[in-house]
């Protein structure tokens, strides 16, 4: 079975602390993306990546980071988290470009105090 | 980057088909139309893809419109389970997926 695993499916952070959320995938996508989702805004893309090292800005990229070492692993970091960053991301991954089926995670529900 | 419009919700009793329509006038001739689905507290869910052709898996059939402005995704037989968030969302610019707020399904007993 294929799949996307998000580290934790529930954090509490303080604002201010550096917030790190990992996925990972074992599909050997090239593709991936993190996103959040809030009430009445539906998906927002925050940053991609279409292969190791790479990282481009989706719509919403300020406040956050990304990093892409292997191929199977994309971390979003939060620098400094505040509490308009309370949320929850998805990380989802594809393989090649194009018009391919996406694979979600379960979510992760960052609640910023 | 093509926009979709759905309806907010949409009620049907259990065991009856359902047809979910989309419209995406702005889509591109060579995009193809897909399908996800949320359950509460999930993440997203592949259901389904389509270019120009009819489609059909084991969770639903996709039809799509001659002049591809618009699909419907059709459940054959809805149950509980199948109450969810239906998206359809066009490819952006970026091999990403453009969301919408989606279509609410209330599945009655």
């Known amino acids: 079975d294929v799949k996307v695993t998000q580290s934790s499916r529930y954090l509490v952070k303080r604002t201010g602390e550096k917030v790190f959320l990992e996925c990972v995938q074992d599909m050997d996508h090239e593709n991936m993306f993190w996103y959040r989702q809030d009430p009445g805004l539906g998906l927002r893309l925050i940053y991609f990546s279409y292969d190791v090292k790479m990282k481009e800005k989706g719509d919403i990229p300020e406040g956050y980071s990304v990093s892409r070492e292997k191929k199977e692993r994309f971390s979003l970091i939060l620098e400094s988290a505040s509490t308009n960053q309370t949320s929850m991301y998805l990380c989802?991954?594809?393989?090649?470009?194009?018009?391919?089926?996406?694979?979600f995670g379960q979510g992760t529900r960052l609640t910023v105090v | 980057d093509a926009k979709t419009t759905q309806p907010n919700s949409m009620e049907s009793n259990e065991e009856e088909p359902v047809h979910l329509p989309c419209n995406h006038s702005t889509i591109s001739g060579t995009d193809y139309i897909h399908w996800y689905r949320q359950l509460p507290s999930q993440g997203p869910e592949y259901v389904i893809h389509g270019l120009t052709s009819n489609v059909n898996n084991r969770m639903a059939s996709l039809a799509i419109a001659e002049d591809r402005k618009s699909s419907t995704l059709i459940l054959h037989r809805a149950t509980l389970r199948d109450a969810a968030v239906y998206y359809c969302?066009?490819?952006?610019?970026?091999?990403?997926?453009?969301w919408g707020a989606g279509t609410k399904l209330i599945i009655k007993p």
């Open positions: 969302t066009p490819p952006g610019s970026n091999y990403q997926l453009i």
């Open positions: 989802a991954s594809s393989p090649g470009r194009g018009n391919t089926e996406a694979f």
